[in-house]
């Protein structure tokens, strides 16, 4: 063998041993990572798997969940034969979703998150199905079997007291345990995310309604003269043109109620009132609603929604009250302010309302009807009557042949309206009046630091009755978790009104004045939440006069006067920043409008909760 031979044999030989020594080690390398991948491969499988299982149980849950958001009395009240179904649902999903697996992968990156939020899910909602909703059925089977009515017109108030506390511990729980889902972290993976989202829509939907059945149960015997009779006077307002706390005031009635015996007097148009002087107010409202104009309030019976706090309107209606011929010998016990969207509802759950010419008004045109339509069909002496007339209907069926069915229909109605400001009370006993406040059924400026709202009030400066046409909307934003949440909120006022309506349109819809005609021109007042504060105020579209910082009775507030062109829209961009005792999410507390939905639009947060 040649030198050159040898030489090239044994390089050859040398790289054929060296790859020999090598090789067991990249096979040992990928024999480990292939090992690796099907554990991981197998695993995820295996999650996958159960994830399916987990969605399967929950979604069964909620499917049976919703028929208690949207089933009647009788429904709920024998709820108790279906709970074990939905507890076993919502055991088994807890089960699966808390086991060895599930816990490993709440630990992993990427996933991690997801992970947890899957169990907080199935841990809310097997704490709801087995404990909230049991107490909640047991109250709504004992009462179910009372005797509600009292006669043709009145109500046996023993079971509705009885149920008050039973029912307040059940909400309370109810409402904790759905405040818990929803600070769960918002999902990334898309099955994950789909399914938190649909429990949160339903459960938030029966928490509302369970929310306003119990707070209505704590004041009806206030309402209804427990232990004592009580005369309010009933306030029937308009947002057709707007105040602060719902509109101008078109006429007015008398409730009597003693032991659950209702009886609803007569209402007088505020023509009759009027003879008999002005509401007391304060300086800063004479300031505010009076000397800075452009309209300048009188505070007579009309304005006494001008108010944003139902206790002021209570105070003026009662000095006014007290100086007129039936008032007089016959103290108020409290007010209760209404609006169409209200009597809407009342129709609704009573029967149609029929006015004299034929007119029928339903749960679906009696809103429409007495803020728009009346105005366009009926000559101006008529229009206060004819809504005093509606009103009286409406509520002397409130109560009469009441039974378990109409109770539950009307509570939650009534707790509905109530946080819309579509009804409101005030009772001049203080500690009656607190249980009001309590319930929620007072509207109030923001007064607490674990509940944030940001309030938004309107007051029309073109007298009119444009408030029909003009549509409000509102996005809430959470966009900073630290202590002391921050918000962003953008407000937007849309005058919906066309130019061909603003030019033939009755006048007194678009406004007297010439040079106003179909214009929205609104005083808006922004109260930033309790312990909380408002910043960086901005306006868009419009003729806007720049916001400016007052102080109210004591309160600060920001102040601005829009005015909106007919088909224009005004646009309010501003940050919250809530207490750090907040517990709830913010919400707005505004002037009603002339229908249920409130405008308001909820975005995913930017953050999540430390």
Same mark, same amino acid.
């Given at each position: 063998?040649?030198?050159?031979?040898?030489?090239?044999?044994?390089?050859?030989?040398?790289?054929?041993?060296?790859?020999?020594?090598?090789?067991?080690?990249?096979?040992?390398?990928?024999?480990?990572?292939?090992?690796?991948?099907?554990?991981?491969?197998?695993?995820?499988?295996?999650?996958?798997? $159960?994830?399916?299982? /987990?969605? @399967?149980?929950?979604?069964?849950?909620?499917?049976?969940?919703?028929? +208690?958001?949207?089933?009647?009395?009788?429904?709920? =009240?024998?709820?108790?034969?279906?709970?074990?179904?939905?507890?076993?649902?919502?055991?088994?999903?807890?089960?699966?979703?808390?086991?060895?697996?599930?816990?490993?992968?709440?630990?992993?990156?990427?996933?991690? @998150?997801? #992970?947890?939020? /899957?169990?907080?899910? &199935?841990?809310?909602?097997?704490?709801?199905?087995?404990?909230?909703?049991?107490?909640?059925?047991?109250?709504?089977?004992?009462?179910?079997?009372?005797?509600?009515? *009292?006669?043709? @017109?009145?109500?046996?108030?023993?079971?509705?007291?009885?149920?008050?506390? !039973?029912?307040?511990?059940? *909400?309370?729980?109810?409402? $904790?345990?759905?405040?818990?889902?929803?600070?769960?972290?918002?999902?990334?993976?898309?099955?994950?995310?789909?399914?938190?989202?649909?429990?949160?829509? $339903?459960?938030?939907?029966?928490?509302?309604?369970?929310?306003?059945?119990?707070? &209505?149960?704590? /004041?009806? !015997?206030?309402?209804?003269?427990?232990?004592?009779?009580?005369?309010?006077?009933? %306030?029937? %307002?308009?947002?057709?043109? %707007?105040?602060?706390?719902?509109?101008?005031?078109?006429?007015?009635?008398?409730?009597?109620? =003693?032991?659950?015996?209702?009886?609803?007097?007569?209402?007088?148009?505020?023509?009759?009132?009027?003879?008999?002087?002005?509401? @007391?107010?304060?300086?800063?409202?004479?300031?505010?609603?009076?000397?800075?104009?452009?309209?300048?309030?009188?505070?007579?019976?009309?304005?006494?929604?001008?108010?944003?706090?139902?206790?002021?309107?209570?105070?003026?209606?009662?000095?006014?009250?007290?100086?007129?011929?039936?008032?007089?010998?016959?103290?108020?016990?409290?007010?209760?302010?209404?609006?169409?969207?209200?009597?809407?509802?009342?129709?609704?759950?009573?029967?149609? /309302?029929?006015?004299?010419?034929?007119?029928?008004?339903?749960?679906?045109?009696?809103?429409?009807?007495?803020?728009?339509?009346?105005?366009?069909?009926?000559?101006?002496?008529?229009?206060?009557?004819?809504?005093?007339?509606?009103?009286?209907?409406?509520?002397?069926?409130? +109560?009469?042949?009441?039974?378990?069915?109409?109770?539950?229909?009307?509570?939650?109605?009534?707790?509905?309206?109530?946080?819309?400001?579509?009804?409101?009370?005030?009772?001049?006993?203080?500690?009656?009046?607190?249980?009001?406040?309590?319930?929620?059924?007072?509207?109030?400026?923001?007064?607490?630091?674990?509940?944030?709202?940001?309030? #938004?009030?309107?007051?029309?400066?073109?007298?009119?009755?444009?408030?029909?046409?003009?549509?409000?909307?509102?996005?809430?934003?959470?966009? *900073?978790?630290?202590?002391?949440?921050?918000?962003?909120?953008?407000?937007?006022?849309?005058? &919906?009104?066309?130019?061909?309506?603003?030019?033939?349109?009755?006048?007194?819809?678009?406004?007297?004045?010439?040079?106003?005609?179909?214009? =929205? %021109?609104?005083?808006?007042?922004?109260?930033?939440?309790?312990?909380?504060?408002?910043?960086?105020?901005?306006?868009?579209?419009?003729?806007?006069?720049?916001?400016?910082?007052?102080?109210?009775?004591?309160?600060?507030?920001?102040?601005?006067?829009?005015?909106?062109?007919?088909?224009?829209? =005004?646009?309010?961009?501003?940050?919250?920043?809530?207490? !750090?005792?907040?517990?709830?999410?913010?919400?707005?507390?505004?002037?009603?409008?002339?229908?249920?939905?409130?405008?308001?639009?909820?975005?995913? !947060?930017?953050?999540?909760?430390?």
């Amino acid at each position: 063998m040649s030198q050159a031979n040898a030489q090239q044999y044994h390089h050859r030989h040398r790289h054929h041993r060296k790859r020999r020594r090598v090789w067991p080690w990249v096979v040992g390398i990928l024999v480990f990572i292939v090992l690796v991948l099907a554990a991981v491969g197998i695993a995820g499988w295996q999650l996958y798997k $159960q994830a399916k299982q /987990v969605q @399967d149980h929950e979604n069964n849950a909620i499917a049976m969940l919703s028929k +208690f958001s949207t089933g009647d009395a009788e429904t709920l =009240a024998h709820a108790g034969d279906t709970l074990p179904q939905i507890a076993q649902q919502t055991q088994q999903a807890a089960d699966i979703a808390h086991g060895g697996l599930w816990n490993t992968a709440a630990k992993m990156p990427f996933i991690g @998150d997801d #992970i947890s939020t /899957v169990q907080g899910m &199935t841990t809310a909602i097997n704490g709801i199905v087995q404990d909230s909703i049991p107490q909640f059925v047991n109250v709504l089977k004992t009462l179910s079997d009372a005797q509600i009515a *009292n006669g043709d @017109d009145g109500v046996n108030l023993q079971p509705i007291i009885d149920a008050v506390e !039973p029912l307040k511990q059940a *909400n309370a729980s109810f409402q $904790q345990q759905v405040r818990d889902y929803d600070a769960l972290p918002t999902p990334e993976i898309s099955m994950i995310h789909a399914a938190y989202s649909k429990g949160e829509t $339903q459960l938030n939907e029966l928490a509302d309604r369970v929310n306003a059945l119990s707070n &209505t149960f704590q /004041v009806l !015997p206030t309402l209804l003269g427990g232990g004592q009779q009580r005369t309010y006077a009933v %306030m029937a %307002m308009t947002p057709s043109e %707007m105040r602060s706390s719902g509109g101008l005031i078109g006429s007015v009635g008398e409730l009597v109620t =003693a032991n659950g015996t209702v009886h609803v007097g007569d209402f007088r148009s505020n023509g009759d009132y009027l003879p008999y002087g002005i509401g @007391d107010h304060s300086a800063d409202m004479k300031r505010v609603f009076t000397d800075e104009g452009p309209l300048h309030m009188s505070f007579d019976i009309r304005d006494l929604a001008v108010f944003p706090n139902t206790a002021d309107s209570a105070v003026a209606m009662q000095s006014v009250w007290n100086r007129t011929p039936w008032g007089q010998g016959v103290p108020l016990d409290g007010v209760v302010m209404v609006d169409p969207v209200f009597l809407q509802e009342l129709i609704a759950i009573n029967g149609n /309302v029929t006015l004299p010419d034929g007119t029928v008004l339903t749960g679906d045109n009696t809103a429409e009807f007495l803020m728009n339509t009346v105005y366009q069909k009926y000559p101006e002496s008529e229009t206060d009557a004819l809504f005093g007339v509606v009103a009286s209907q409406a509520m002397k069926s409130m +109560f009469s042949h009441m039974s378990m069915g109409k109770l539950y229909k009307t509570g939650q109605m009534l707790g509905t309206m109530a946080k819309d400001r579509h009804f409101t009370m005030y009772a001049f006993d203080e500690q009656i009046e607190q249980g009001v406040q309590a319930a929620g059924f007072t509207g109030q400026t923001p007064n607490s630091e674990t509940d944030p709202s940001v309030g #938004i009030y309107l007051t029309e400066q073109n007298p009119s009755k444009m408030g029909w046409y003009i549509k409000r909307e509102a996005k809430i934003q959470r966009v *900073n978790c630290d202590d002391g949440d921050l918000y962003h909120v953008e407000f937007m006022v849309h005058n &919906t009104m066309t130019q061909e309506e603003a030019r033939t349109l009755p006048m007194y819809i678009t406004g007297n004045n010439t040079n106003n005609t179909g214009k =929205a %021109m609104e005083k808006i007042l922004f109260y930033a939440p309790q312990g909380g504060s408002i910043s960086n105020l901005m306006q868009l579209g419009g003729n806007v006069d720049a916001a400016k910082e007052t102080t109210i009775d004591g309160v600060n507030a920001y102040e601005t006067y829009v005015q909106i062109n007919p088909g224009q829209i =005004a646009t309010f961009t501003f940050d919250v920043r809530v207490s !750090p005792k907040a517990t709830a999410p913010l919400t707005i507390d505004q002037t009603p409008m002339g229908w249920v939905d409130d405008g308001i639009t909820y975005l995913d !947060p930017k953050c999540e909760d430390k």
